[in-house]
């Protein structure tokens, strides 16, 4: 629905004339906020503004497990034995991590969910989206630069366009960068970002 055709007086009156029921699905639908209904982490239902936040259409996303837009599956995993367990306690889970955009990219994501099924909490829940700049929290003993940094390192950036991006020297992003690789005593690269997705998704 284009965002101006509300002032067309033939979509008013069929507005008008929608059921309560119709009109709750459009709301859903067309919703600026990124949203899903999920069964056992499945996506059941998804919103315009959730496909266009990971790049693919609503199709291509009802039917698939969530684990679709993780980086990778340990981190899916992990995040989900940590949500079920919050969620023994209370209706509603609320945390930041890593997801995967469809083009490879991967973005800080502030997600937040809310179960109808308290007795089984996955077995039907409602989560909303938000793409952040970065984790605002303490993580990890991570300083905020170490953090931002990350960011451009579990994208493949090198030191030089890291420090390019950021506006600072070569050699400070390489100074944080071995701070990093001591910090969650990493041997290479390719382990370093698989640390720094598992352990800065962490609240």
């Known amino acids: 629905m284009p965002a101006n055709t509300a002032a067309d007086p033939h979509l008013t009156d069929h507005v008008k004339a929608m059921s309560d029921p119709e009109l709750e699905a459009l709301a859903f639908r067309e919703s600026p906020a990124p949203q899903i209904i999920t069964q056992n982490r499945k996506i059941l239902r998804c919103n315009h503004a959730f496909a266009n936040l990971f790049g693919y259409t609503v199709e291509a996303l009802t039917g698939e497990l969530i684990l679709k837009l993780y980086p990778c599956s340990a981190d899916y995993y992990e995040i989900g034995e940590r949500c079920l367990k919050a ?102 690269t390719a382990e370093l970002v698989s640390k720094i997705i598992m352990v800065t998704s962490r609240e």
């Not at 829940?125 to 905020?144: C, G, Q, V």
Request: with cysteine.
């Open 87 to 188: 969620l023994q306690d209370k209706n509603s889970y609320e945390d930041e991590r890593f997801m995967q955009h469809r083009n490879k990219e991967i973005f800080w994501a502030r997600a937040r969910g809310i179960t109808l099924t308290p007795q089984q909490p996955f077995n039907l829940m409602i989560w909303s989206f938000e793409r952040i700049h970065r984790n605002l929290t303490k993580t990890a003993d991570l300083t905020p630069r170490e953090q931002e940094i990350s960011g451009y390192i579990v994208n493949g950036l090198t030191c030089k366009e890291t420090a390019a991006a950021l506006g600072i020297s070569h050699r400070t992003v390489e100074v944080h960068r071995g701070r990093l690789m001591k910090k969650l005593a990493a041997k290479n």
